[in-house]
Each structure stands twice: as structure tokens, then as C-alpha cells.
């Protein structure tokens, strides 16, 4: 995987950096089966692989569909919103290449819906926190550090696939 390019503006850069850490997710799902995805992989977490991805998915329409452009959730959050425990635990129920789609899709919604704003400062349509609207900034940088954290619990997951632990 290439590194983000070494001297680009601060938009092109938070945005290099998150679509690395975005292509770090896809790739764990490479040559992954549906049972390995839902296994619970180590005693310490009942995160899965699966339950991973399909959190992120729900992360990039969480911040940049519902709350920056203020857009309804698209499927398959219409019904469960900000219920954060259903993606984890829905995912055991998913194959590894309906993951990959929605994540994928997710993804590509969060471009479009950040390409549309060109300053970094551009309020959300939507408070977070109940508080205030955040910046485009914040959310990019929200997402990089969210997607870094999960590529970290993704690589243990899959360490422990490949030496064949189950808890």
C-alpha cells in the first residue's frame, strides 16, 4: 500500500490518510470467509472482523451523510439510526463480500458527500453531542483516527484467525 503523497494541502492530506486507512479495511476482508468474519477471535473482545466493518459503514453515513449533509440514514441504518449495537451485532448474519459492498458504498458516499464542501471549516447540518454542528475537519479527523483504531483491532483479529485461536 502506497504511502499518502508527502507534501499535498491539508485537505488532500486528511483525505489520503483516511482513504489508506479505508483501503487497510478492505484488504483485511481479502481471501476472508463468512464463519472466520463472525467468529469471536479473542477471549478479551467480543469484537468480530465482520462486526468491525460493518461499524465503519455505519460510522462514515453516521458523520458525513446524517450529520454533515443532514440527509436521511440510507440503508440499512433507515430503521436502526444511531443504534450503534446493531451493526456489531447484525454483521454475524453478513457474508464477507455483503460487508465489503456496504462498506464500500458507505465509503463512496462519504467522498461525494465531502467533495461537495470546499472549505474545512464548513459546519455539519446536524449538532453532534448534543452541543454544536462540527467542522468538516473534525470529521475527517474523527474518521482517521476511528478507522486507524479499528485497522489496529482488525490486524489482532486477524492474527489470531491465522494461528487458528477461537474463544
Same mark, same amino acid.
Given at each position: 500500500?502506497?504511502?499518502?503523497?508527502?507534501?499535498?494541502?491539508?485537505?488532500?492530506?486528511?483525505?489520503?490518510?483516511?482513504?489508506?486507512?479505508?483501503?487497510?479495511?478492505?484488504?483485511?476482508?481479502?481471501?476472508?470467509?463468512?464463519?472466520?468474519?463472525? +467468529?469471536?477471535?479473542?477471549?478479551?473482545?467480543?469484537?468480530?472482523?465482520?462486526?468491525?466493518?460493518?461499524?465503519?459503514?455505519?460510522?462514515?453515513?453516521?458523520?458525513?451523510?446524517?450529520?454533515?449533509?443532514? =440527509? +436521511?440514514?440510507? +440503508?440499512?441504518?433507515?430503521?436502526?439510526?444511531?443504534?450503534?449495537?446493531?451493526?456489531?451485532?447484525?454483521?454475524?448474519? =453478513?457474508?464477507?463480500?455483503?460487508?465489503?459492498?456496504?462498506?464500500?458504498?458507505?465509503?463512496? &458516499?462519504?467522498?461525494?458527500?465531502?467533495?461537495?464542501?470546499? =472549505?474545512?471549516?464548513?459546519?455539519?447540518?446536524?449538532?453532534?453531542?448534543?452541543?454544536?454542528?462540527?467542522?468538516? &475537519?473534525?470529521?475527517?479527523?474523527?474518521?482517521?483516527?476511528?478507522? +486507524?483504531?479499528?485497522?489496529?483491532?482488525?490486524?489482532?483479529?486477524?492474527?489470531?484467525?491465522?494461528?487458528?485461536?477461537?474463544?
Amino acid at each position: 500500500m502506497d504511502h499518502p503523497h508527502l507534501h499535498p494541502p491539508e485537505r488532500a492530506t486528511l483525505e489520503q490518510f483516511l482513504d489508506q486507512h479505508r483501503a487497510m479495511v478492505l484488504a483485511a476482508l481479502d481471501d476472508l470467509g463468512d464463519e472466520t468474519a463472525a +467468529a469471536r477471535l479473542l477471549p478479551a473482545t467480543e469484537m468480530t472482523i465482520g462486526g468491525i466493518v460493518k461499524h465503519l459503514a455505519h460510522m462514515e453515513d453516521l458523520w458525513f451523510t446524517r450529520r454533515l449533509l443532514g =440527509d +436521511a440514514y440510507p +440503508a440499512p441504518w433507515e430503521r436502526t439510526g444511531d443504534d450503534e449495537t446493531w451493526a456489531w451485532e447484525s454483521a454475524r448474519d =453478513d457474508s464477507v463480500e455483503a460487508l465489503r459492498a456496504l462498506y464500500a458504498a458507505a465509503c463512496e &458516499r462519504s467522498r461525494v458527500a465531502v467533495a461537495r464542501f470546499d =472549505d474545512l471549516d464548513r459546519r455539519a447540518a446536524l449538532p453532534s453531542f448534543g452541543k454544536a454542528p462540527v467542522s468538516l &475537519r473534525w470529521m475527517l479527523v474523527q474518521m482517521i483516527r476511528e478507522t +486507524a483504531q479499528h485497522c489496529g483491532h482488525l490486524d489482532l483479529l486477524l492474527d489470531a484467525a491465522r494461528s487458528g485461536s477461537r474463544s
